[in-house]
């Protein structure tokens, strides 16, 4: 296992266009994350999943933004409309039932530039 | 709400010198906290938790922290820094219950030879 994967690593859109990101996580990991990190800041939270089930989504994931994990394995993270705003580096992590004692696995993350 | 306040946005020091990353947090019920680093170019790492028992909590690699709940600390330390520890370190919080963590902006630590 090589660990949590995203895809792509850098993206560059139009404002206004739509994009999607993917998220493999650890094969054995239950629980799916999503964050989002701005310059300078440490991440937020944005949705976690527990197998298909998105059990918690943040007050930052406006009507524009989706998340998926249709067959417990893979994530997928939509924004439509992308706004200059949106330019972040997107944080996707997995763990297994005993999150806190092992904590997450972050991936490398997706860099989305909007302009 | 919780919140993590992480003092220092940037410590430089030279090597073999000691460092203390400082963080506070805010909450109202029990928490568990973590330090997680990020080297350049890679993703984030756990570094080390506290979750219940001994207040210090120690790293392979020689970082120990200290849980202090009267002061709603979790400080980061090492006695003697190498320059593979130059990383951006990150200090987060999760409210027992919920498995959402709550991240201070982050503390770059540069080793100086």
């Known amino acids: 296992d090589t660990g949590v994967s995203q895809n792509p690593r850098h993206k560059i859109t139009k404002r206004g266009q739509n994009v999607t990101f993917r998220c493999d996580p650890i094969?054995?990991?239950?629980?799916l994350y999503w964050y989002r990190q701005t310059l300078g800041q440490g991440p937020e939270f944005l949705t976690y999943?527990?197998?298909?089930?998105?059990?918690?989504k943040s007050r930052l994931l406006s009507d524009r933004f989706s998340a998926e994990r249709p067959k417990g394995s893979f994530s997928t993270l939509e924004i439509q409309r992308t706004e200059q705003g949106d330019s972040a580096m997107y944080l996707c992590?997995?763990?297994?039932?005993?999150?806190?004692?092992?904590?997450?696995?972050f991936g490398s993350g997706t860099r989305l530039t909007v302009v | 709400a919780q919140s993590v306040t992480q003092l220092d946005s940037q410590v430089p020091v030279f090597e073999e010198a000691p460092v203390e990353l400082r963080c506070n947090y805010s909450?109202?019920?029990?928490?568990?906290l973590f330090w997680y680093v990020q080297y350049p170019n890679q993703g984030l790492q756990l570094l080390l938790k506290?979750?219940?028992?001994?207040?210090l909590v120690e790293s392979i690699n020689g970082f120990e922290a200290e849980f202090n709940k009267s002061q709603t600390s979790f400080h980061l330390r090492k006695p003697s820094v190498h320059i593979s520890d130059t990383a951006e370190y990150f200090c987060?919080?999760?409210?027992?219950?919920?498995?959402?963590?709550?991240f201070g902006k982050g503390t770059k630590l540069t080793v100086n030879p």
């Open positions: 992590a997995s763990s297994s039932d005993v999150w806190a004692s092992y904590g997450y696995t």
């Open positions: 909450s109202s019920v029990s928490v568990y």
């Open positions: 506290y979750l219940s028992g001994s207040t």
């Open positions: 094969s054995e990991h239950n629980r």
């Open positions: 999943f527990q197998n298909e089930a998105q059990l918690e």
């Open positions: 987060a919080v999760s409210d027992r219950g919920s498995e959402k963590l709550v």
